[in-house]
Nanobody, 118 residues
Framework: QVQLVESGGGLVQPGSSLTLSCVAP??????MGWYRQTPGKQRELVAS???????TYADSMAGRFTISRDNPKNTAYLQMNNLKPEDTAVYYC??????????????WGQGTQVTVSS
């Protein structure tokens, strides 16, 4: 069952920015993570953040992407800057442990498509 809803994706030019949002229906105690997947590849961690604000980033995206969360709004965000064509993917949010591993036994949402192309 889908409990988190992603939004904010779109078609953008290389070098531009996007902010993705992930909204939960209620209070989230666990960490929240962003993941992405391209055709033919496994889903990979982008970033995660604990309720207290501790973050984990994939090495390739640290410095360009910033994860944050607004606990009263039950929402996590992913600010993506200097987007590159290789960032093109479907981006998903999911509850995670504090190291960014998706918690098992939960459904993945539909994700939001990010396409970076000139």
């Amino acid at each position: 069952q889908v409990q988190l809803v992603e939004s904010g994706g779109g078609l953008v030019q290389p070098g531009s920015s996007l902010t993705l949002s992930c909204v939960a229906p209620s209070i989230v105690v666990a960490a929240m993570g962003w993941y992405r997947q391209t055709p033919g590849k496994q889903r990979e961690l982008v970033a995660s953040i604990t309720r207290g604000g501790d973050t984990t980033y994939a090495d390739s995206m640290a410095g360009r992407f910033t994860i944050s969360r607004d606990n009263p709004k039950n929402t996590a965000y992913l600010q993506m800057n200097n987007l590159k064509p290789e960032d093109t993917a479907v981006y998903y949010c999911h509850l995670a442990d504090r190291l960014g591993t998706p918690l098992p036994g939960l459904s993945w949402g539909q994700g939001t498509q990010v396409t970076v192309s000139s």
